[in-house]
C-alpha cells in the first residue's frame, strides 16, 4: 500500500519536529519522529486494525502515537495521511 501525505500532514510534522526541537532538544526530537514514522509504518501494514472516524469525515480512520493522532484515509491501495494532531485540539476543526 502507498504512503501519501497531504501538504496538511506535511505541515504537521514539520510543526511536531520544530516544537519538539525547541521545547526538548534534538535528541528527543529524533526520537519522537523517529518512532512517528514507525507507526506510520504499522499503519501501512495494518491500516484496518485502526478506528473508524465517519464522525469527523467520510472513509476517515485514526490511531494514536503517543501524545498525537494520526487521520488517515484508504483508497485502493493508497493511505492518504490527513493530519496528525495533537491529542488536545479539536479534531472536527481541523479536519
Given amino acids: 500500500m ?12 514539520q510543526g511536531i519536529s ?7 532538544g534534538a535528541e528527543q526530537e529524533e526520537r519522537y519522529l523517529k518512532g512517528l514514522w514507525e507507526k506510520l509504518s504499522q499503519i ?3 491500516p484496518d486494525s485502526c478506528r473508524q472516524r465517519d464522525d469527523l469525515a467520510k472513509d476517515c480512520r485514526s490511531t494514536r502515537y503517543e501524545k498525537h ?3 488517515f484515509t484508504i ?7 490527513i493530519r496528525i494532531l495533537h491529542g488536545s485540539m479539536d479534531f472536527q476543526r481541523h479536519l
Avoid: C, E, M
Fill in 18 to 24: 520544530d516544537y519538539t526541537y525547541r521545547t526538548w
Fill in 75 to 81: 483508497h485502493g491501495k493508497k493511505l492518504q495521511i
Fill in 44 to 46: 501501512q501494514s495494518s
Fill in 69 to 71: 493522532v494520526i487521520f
Fill in 2 to 13: 502507498n504512503l501519501i501525505l497531504s501538504p496538511s500532514a506535511i505541515r504537521d510534522l
